[in-house]
């Protein structure tokens, strides 16, 4: 027996689950609703500036996903800053702001949103007695309230109005129902229900979905949400759970982003559902073959690194490498491949540049791998990629990808590296810097225990800004020994962490160039 609540409603719950069973047998669309720079930005380490934040909204918003989470407006200036530059430069999703079920924040993200095409605000608060009496100390008639205030006054801002109930899965389910239905009676066009800690299981998830179809008078009339983490590595699981249980969004992040161990990569869910929809009867209307794209983006800004083993994404993910199944796919591909690379933007014959590929098919390459540049920009680049092409010959898309990261950071830079040159091995490595500072050329020497730090000490001396190296890393952006080299450091300077990147044939100069890349970030915040 349902809880009382909604005893009267019998006859009309029966009618809603015939209409979900009759949808669940036509195809439906499932929205993607895409968290990358709000959930995925909260990633411990991963922390994105404006530029880098429209320059991902505008590749989403090639990727074509429904729904962009832009940001949480509230948490700070320059995360509003975000938001609005999203919603005035992006077209085609809906673009998301998040806000907790208190007035500031819905004013706030309200705000952000103003110029947005789309707007649609994401206002959310604890449903479970673990986060109604442990975090926010309160009860559930206050949070019932609180919700119901919220979306209303979210209303008065967009049409669109999301409403999360989170720690859902730990909710107890009576009044789960309750807070959807007063939260669709006050205005909530779509209901997300989130596995905030990721504790749920598929088949209990599923059917968590099921409950909420067959208890909530009104389910019909919104869209249902999930929002999964990955803590026992099955977000993607859940997600997919709750699409065969009725929902019809789905919440994720490219390459798996998000709060400690992440949310439901985009990229598996999207590729499921393509990939299963005989056994779902489901369909997103992404353009897969901007993942790979999409995915190289996010890696490079964020300065995660994808795994060789990742789901779609990895670069193993199409790699045969055993002599059966080799044997197999080069008979008849679907004997060991569910998915054609092409599908997620591998190009099966990559084109290689040369030094004798004109500015033209720079361009056109550029602008297939979603580029969009000027004729400023593409001389800068060309210039480039023409000293890369004499020193290794070939030049691949991962090595556009560094040229272009480099040649076009996405925020002015206060100081450039004109040259490094560096004496390594015992007893001192030294180095000398020369940084270029709007029209002059400052050169410093400095010595080290290694090359590296060398370099660093001086660049140190010329720029006067005190910083601790968190993180370095180095790797070969494409195969061979004349590869590129892409540097990664993560610096700290008055509790900020910045990434920088990059690229070059010759490592310390790539190492040297990231170093200065994080101080011109570290800069702009100052
Ligand atoms: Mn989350």
Redesign the pocket.
Known sequence: MGPKFFGSSLKKRSAIAEQIKENTKMSRKIFIFDTTLR?GEQSPGASLNSAEKVEIAKQLARLNVDVIEAGFPISSQEDFASVRSIAQETWGPVICALARAVEADVNRAGEALKDAGKPMIHTFIGTSDIHIKGQLRKTRDDVLKMAISAVKLAKSYCEEVEFSAMDASRTDPVFLYEIVQATIESGATVINI?D?VGYAIPEQFGQLIKDIFDNVPDVGKIRLSV?C?DDLGMATSNAISAVKAGATQIECAINAM??RAG?AALEQVVMTIKTRGDYLNAYTDVKTQEIINTSKLVSRLTGFVVPPNKPIVGSNAFAHSSGIHQDGVLKERSTFEIMLPQDVGLSESELVLTARSGRHALRHRLSELGFDISNEQLDKVYERFLSVADKKKQVYDEDLFAIVGDELPASPQTYSLEYIQVVGGTPTPVAVVGLQKGEEVIKEVACGDGPFDAACKAIDKITDVRVELVDYSLHAATKGKDAMGEALVRLRSNGQTVIGRGASTDIIEASAKAYVNAINKILKFC
Request: hydrophobic share 0%; glycine share 12%; no cysteine.
């Open positions: 959930d989130p905030t929002h983490h998000g709060e949310n």
